[in-house]
């Protein structure tokens, strides 16, 4: 079973847990970013987040079976509007990927924001990602605008999907 838990970057042990994470999926920082995962995906991932938010704003989970954590995902609580919650990162070992976990994952995700009273979710997917884009979609996220940014390979899709 799939569990959920907060992370913190004052944990070495949580550090290295991530790092694990992005290592074990090197395809994502391939595809998205041009080159192979590093410690600055760690640092990105703890202290990243879009303008005009603050660190309040940011929570960081892990998802463990048992005791070992197979990934992990940053959430912006009330952006890009006070009913809504932005994922920032959902990843998984590419040894965990393609058995369920990230659907169960994504529902652990949701049923958190629904509790927290958030009414939609939205994230932007990079385009030379498309297996991460087709599991959005079918996780009921649908297009709403594209964008471009610096530092990744491809157009920013950002996506949305009610909470509930």
Same mark, same amino acid.
């Given at each position: 079973m799939?569990?959920?838990?907060?992370?913190?970057?004052?944990?070495?042990?949580?550090?290295?847990?991530?790092?694990?994470?992005?290592?074990?999926?090197?395809?994502?920082?391939?595809?998205? @970013?041009?080159?192979?995962? #590093?410690?600055?995906?760690? *640092?990105?991932?703890?202290? /990243?987040?879009? +303008?005009? &938010?603050? =660190?309040?704003?940011?929570?960081?989970?892990?998802?463990?079976?048992?005791?070992?954590?197979?990934?992990? @995902?940053?959430?912006?609580? #009330?952006?890009?509007?006070? *009913?809504?919650?932005?994922? /920032?990162?959902? +990843?998984? &070992?590419? =040894?965990?990927?393609?058995?369920?976990?990230?659907?169960?994952?994504?529902?652990?995700?949701?049923?958190? @924001?629904?509790?927290?009273?958030?009414?939609?979710?939205?994230?932007?997917?990079?385009?030379?990602?498309p297996?991460?884009?087709?599991?959005?979609?079918?996780?009921?996220?649908?297009?709403?605008?594209?964008?471009?940014?610096?530092?990744?390979?491809?157009?920013?899709?950002?996506m949305?999907?009610?909470?509930?």
């Amino acid at each position: 079973m799939l569990t959920v838990l907060p992370l913190t970057s004052e944990s070495a042990s949580d550090c290295a847990k991530v790092l694990r994470v992005f290592t074990e999926a090197p395809s994502y920082t391939k595809l998205v @970013a041009g080159r192979p995962p #590093s410690t600055e995906d760690v *640092d990105d991932f703890f202290f /990243g987040k879009p +303008l005009g &938010t603050n =660190a309040a704003q940011k929570s960081i989970f892990g998802f463990f079976i048992e005791r070992e954590m197979i990934g992990c @995902a940053d959430v912006i609580r #009330s952006y890009p509007t006070d *009913d809504c919650i932005w994922i /920032g990162l959902m +990843l998984l &070992t590419e =040894a965990d990927q393609r058995q369920g976990y990230g659907k169960a994952a994504l529902k652990l995700l949701m049923e958190m @924001a629904g509790e927290w009273g958030y009414r939609a979710a939205q994230l932007a997917v990079v385009s030379t990602n498309p297996r991460a884009y087709a599991f959005w979609q079918r996780e009921g996220f649908e297009e709403i605008r594209r964008a471009s940014s610096p530092g990744f390979t491809g157009d920013l899709i950002v996506m949305q999907r009610p909470i509930g």
